[in-house]
């Protein structure tokens, strides 16, 4: 017989060894420990502190827009959620297009409660016009929005400044 025919026979059948079972094993097993890792912290986004956290980059974004385009924005608070509004030379209008900066909702039956400047601002379906103010040189109404969501809550004050700042409560 040929050597070159014996060479084919003698492998016929050939599996994997346990080297490369190991390392397949082990890639699995770390790959599947960063997705628990990942999820574990996960949370739905409905806890009134998330949501507020969420508004609070939300306002940031508006007042950087309003410095940048030196045009005043607003965020516009209702019971069922917020908007955002830019002025204009005809007053003021919802923010066109922008994947950020689109209307949104509150997550699960949250009540939200708005003081302006020290007042209660009754919150309704569809105000006029936007609640909080974002100048273009950083100035930002001063407001504190509470939000409660069955027997949770949390508040987000802003400043003059600009500064917010996201408390937890019981």
């Given at each position: 017989m040929p050597l070159a025919q014996r060479n084919t026979t003698s492998?016929?059948?050939?599996?994997?060894?346990l080297i490369e079972v190991l390392v397949v094993v082990t890639i699995a097993a770390i790959l599947a420990a960063l997705v628990v890792l990942r999820l574990g912290d996960w949370r739905s986004g409905a806890e009134p502190v998330d949501q507020l956290?969420?508004?609070?980059?939300?306002?940031?974004?508006?007042?950087e827009q309003a410095m940048f385009q030196s045009?005043?924005?607003g965020i516009r608070l209702t019971l069922a959620g917020?908007?955002?509004?830019?002025?204009?030379?005809q007053g003021w209008a919802p923010v066109p297009e922008d994947p950020i900066a689109r209307p949104r909702n509150w997550v699960g039956e949250a009540d939200p409660d708005l003081t302006v400047d020290d007042r209660a601002v009754a919150l309704e379906e569809e105000p006029a016009s936007p609640q909080l103010v974002c100048q273009p040189l950083g100035e930002l109404t001063r407001?504190?929005?509470s939000l409660r969501l069955e027997s949770r809550s949390a508040s987000l004050?802003?400043?003059p400044?600009?500064?917010l700042a996201v408390e937890?409560?019981?």
């Amino acid at each position: 017989m040929p050597l070159a025919q014996r060479n084919t026979t003698s492998r016929a059948v050939r599996g994997f060894t346990l080297i490369e079972v190991l390392v397949v094993v082990t890639i699995a097993a770390i790959l599947a420990a960063l997705v628990v890792l990942r999820l574990g912290d996960w949370r739905s986004g409905a806890e009134p502190v998330d949501q507020l956290e969420r508004l609070a980059a939300l306002i940031d974004y508006q007042c950087e827009q309003a410095m940048f385009q030196s045009k005043p924005r607003g965020i516009r608070l209702t019971l069922a959620g917020y908007d955002f509004w830019q002025s204009t030379s005809q007053g003021w209008a919802p923010v066109p297009e922008d994947p950020i900066a689109r209307p949104r909702n509150w997550v699960g039956e949250a009540d939200p409660d708005l003081t302006v400047d020290d007042r209660a601002v009754a919150l309704e379906e569809e105000p006029a016009s936007p609640q909080l103010v974002c100048q273009p040189l950083g100035e930002l109404t001063r407001f504190e929005l509470s939000l409660r969501l069955e027997s949770r809550s949390a508040s987000l004050l802003g400043e003059p400044g600009g500064r917010l700042a996201v408390e937890a409560s019981r």
